[in-house]
């Protein structure tokens, strides 16, 4: 199981710090659940210092798929894995609005990732219109293919796959366990179909405004690996009750 805090473009570097700081402070390690923070690249190094060999782990929030080359303002995979990064977002639904980033975009960060011995945190997820018209599964499907055309993982902690349901983020609005597992559950049999006996074991993390009144509930759902923080992971409280809702699942 892995919580995962995606910060999004907030805290500068003395907040990030002072979060990170106060998120070391109150975490113990625990067999199973595995923690990550994912901070504005400014901060990678900085919160890296800070988490030190506590046992959480850092992320990015994304990467440029090239080597390397004249991309002003991008980041490539070897700079953030000399940062310490250990986990890359990749694909998430504020990159594909905001930015057009397509299936095939996913895809080559998610193999640049790879070839850097870092985790991609693979996000697919449905619009509220693409879910009223009956559409969720072929949008999650396409994306999930798309994302995963010609990659093969040896290991399933090499990979991991984040649920968003586009409608239940920032909304107030969130899908209930059943809906989630639902989607999961298709979530995993695509991993099964496309990587074989590994796509079993694949984290797959909610990603739909999980917090820590809803944790226990939507993380108890059998393909719910984990959670994918958004609001919840700036608040250091916050962020602990659902690592300990995650701990008393493991």
Same mark, same amino acid.
């Given at each position: 199981?892995?919580?995962?805090?995606?910060?999004?473009?907030? +805290?500068?570097? =003395?907040?990030?710090?002072?979060?990170?700081?106060?998120?070391?402070?109150?975490? &113990?390690?625990?067999?199973?659940?595995?923690? !990550?923070?994912?901070?504005?690249?400014?901060?990678?190094?900085?919160?890296?210092?800070?988490?030190?060999?506590?046992?959480? +782990?850092?992320?990015?929030?994304?990467?440029?798929?090239?080597?390397?080359?004249?991309?002003? &303002?991008?980041?490539?995979?070897?700079?953030?894995?000399?940062?310490?990064?250990?986990?890359?977002?990749?694909?998430?639904?504020?990159? /594909?609005?905001? #930015?057009? *980033?397509?299936? !095939?975009?996913?895809?080559?960060?998610?193999?640049?990732?790879?070839?850097?011995?870092?985790?991609?945190?693979?996000?697919?997820?449905?619009?509220?219109?693409?879910?009223?018209?009956?559409? @969720?599964?072929?949008?999650?499907?396409?994306?999930?293919?798309?994302?995963?055309?010609?990659?093969?993982?040896?290991?399933?902690? &090499?990979?991991?796959?984040?649920?968003?349901?586009?409608?239940?983020?920032?909304?107030?609005?969130?899908? $209930? =366990?059943?809906?989630?597992? *639902?989607?999961?559950? #298709?979530? /995993?049999?695509?991993?099964?179909? $496309?990587?074989?006996?590994?796509? %079993?074991?694949?984290?797959?993390?909610?990603?739909?405004?999980? +917090?820590?009144?809803? !944790? %226990?509930?939507?993380?108890?759902?059998?393909?719910?690996?984990?959670?994918?923080?958004?609001?919840? %992971?700036?608040?250091?409280?916050? #962020?602990?009750?659902?690592?300990? @809702? !995650?701990?008393?699942?493991?």
């Amino acid at each position: 199981m892995l919580i995962a805090g995606n910060w999004k473009m907030n +805290k500068t570097r =003395p907040e990030a710090v002072a979060l990170a700081e106060e998120i070391v402070s109150g975490y &113990g390690p625990v067999a199973g659940v595995d923690v !990550a923070i994912c901070p504005p690249a400014p901060c990678l190094d900085a919160v890296g210092a800070v988490v030190g060999n506590s046992g959480i +782990k850092v992320g990015a929030q994304n990467v440029h798929a090239a080597e390397a080359g004249a991309y002003t &303002g991008e980041v490539s995979a070897g700079m953030l894995r000399s940062v310490g990064c250990r986990y890359v977002i990749v694909g998430h639904s504020e990159r /594909r609005q905001y #930015f057009g *980033e397509s299936d !095939a975009d996913v895809n080559a960060k998610a193999r640049r990732t790879i070839e850097y011995g870092m985790v991609p945190i693979v996000c697919v997820g449905e619009h509220l219109e693409q879910r009223e018209s009956g559409k @969720a599964e072929d949008v999650v499907r396409a994306q999930v293919l798309g994302a995963l055309d010609g990659i093969t993982v040896g290991d399933p902690t &090499g990979l991991v796959i984040a649920y968003e349901p586009v409608w239940a983020i920032g909304t107030g609005v969130t899908a $209930s =366990p059943g809906q989630a597992q *639902e989607m999961h559950a #298709f979530i /995993r049999q695509l991993l099964i179909g $496309s990587l074989g006996d590994v796509g %079993s074991g694949i984290d797959i993390l909610y990603g739909g405004s999980m +917090k820590p009144n809803n !944790a %226990s509930e939507l993380l108890s759902q059998g393909d719910v690996n984990g959670g994918l923080i958004g609001g919840a %992971s700036l608040d250091a409280a916050s #962020f602990a009750a659902i690592i300990a @809702a !995650a701990v008393d699942l493991a």
